[in-house]
């Protein structure tokens, strides 16, 4: 079955860098494009970033555009998300999702059980 | 594109039928989906591409589209369906963004 696990959250400062991983397993992972979607406390989903089957196209919001990167290891079944120039703001569950089996454009399907990035001095 | 989802929260009881309402700002064809999610949980994906439901998941969620109007219905409520969900959209070449979400509380 499809397993994602997160990792590499924790407490960072304001300004510093913090790099997820997310790890799979149960599919073939180099034929899936990815997400990473994050929820602050007692917040709402926001979606952060999407990274095609072989990394040749990615997305951002506005919000982490310039600051944050997305990235794969498909020979590892590897996902990463880069962040630099951290802020409060960015405090949050960070989830990494794949979408579900059918043509592009298809929604998360299977996520991870997140891991939480705490911005803070 | 933004999404407005409506009500933020919404009282009901076992057997009530319910009905969410995202707006999309622009067209987004039918890529919408609606997830459920309860506390200290990922997200569980319902119904995407606005009507299709998602394998494994019970025939009282159906989705619907008006224009850019959504409707998810929530028909004859069961205990296991207060949580809040949210709706996403994901129009090809843009920005994936979710509504706000409706909490769907015990009356």
């Known amino acids: 079955q499809v397993q994602l696990v997160e990792s590499g959250g924790g407490v960072v400062q304001p300004g510093m860098s913090l790099r997820l991983s997310c790890a799979a397993s149960?599919?073939?992972?180099?034929?899936?494009?990815m997400h990473w979607v994050r929820q602050a406390p007692g917040k709402g989903l926001e979606w952060v970033s999407y990274i095609s089957y072989d990394g040749s196209k990615k997305y951002y919001p506005d919000s982490v555009q310039g600051r944050f990167t997305i990235f794969r290891d498909n020979s590892n079944n590897t996902l990463y998300l880069q962040m630099n120039s951290l802020r409060g703001e960015d405090t949050a569950i960070y989830y990494c999702?794949?979408?579900?089996?059918?043509?592009?454009?298809?929604?998360?399907?299977?996520w991870g059980q997140g891991t939480l990035v705490t911005v803070s001095s | 594109i933004q999404m407005t989802q409506s009500p933020s929260t919404l009282s009901a009881s076992v057997g009530d039928t319910v009905t969410i309402t995202c707006r999309a700002s622009q067209s987004i064809s039918n890529w919408l989906a609606w997830y459920q999610q309860k506390p200290g949980k990922a997200p569980n994906l319902l119904i995407y591409d606005a009507s299709t439901l998602e394998s494994g998941v019970p025939s009282r969620f159906s989705g619907s589209r008006s224009g850019t109007e959504f409707t998810l219905t929530i028909s004859s409520l069961q205990p296991d369906d207060f949580a809040t969900y949210y709706c996403q959209q994901y129009d090809n070449f843009s920005p994936w963004t979710f509504g706000q979400g409706t909490q769907v509380e015990i009356k």
């Open positions: 999702a794949k979408v579900r089996p059918g043509p592009y454009p298809a929604p998360p399907k299977n």
């Open positions: 149960g599919f073939t992972f180099n034929t899936y494009g």
